[in-house]
Structure formats: C-alpha cells, structure tokens
C-alpha cells in the first residue's frame, strides 16, 4: 500500500493515514517459516559451477 505524504499537511492528517492503513493491513506474515537453510540436491560448488559456464 502507498500513502501519499503531500508538502504542508498536518501531522493529524499523516497519522490518521497510518492509523488507516494499520487497520487495513491485519495479514501478518510469518516470517520465520522463510529463515535457515535450502535444502539442495546438488553439491553448492557444483551449481555455481554450472551457472559461471552458461556465460561461455
């Protein structure tokens, strides 16, 4: 979401945006499923190898 913060406007004004869009935006994501490691089928050497020979 994009709020518009226009030169001269209130801070009343900005923060009845935030206050909007907090109300607007309930999704919480969890972000913590996305942290540690990939889980890889190949060798990580292997696959950097392969991606440096596609150039030639």
Wanted: proline share 2%; glycine share 6%.
């Amino acid at each position: 979401m994009i709020i518009n913060v226009k030169k001269g406007m209130a801070k009343k004004e900005i923060n009845l945006l935030l206050k909007g869009h907090r109300k607007t935006n309930k999704k919480k994501i969890d972000i913590k499923k996305y942290c540690g490691q990939i889980l890889l089928e190949e060798d990580p050497l292997v696959i950097q190898k392969k991606l440096r020979n596609e150039w030639e």
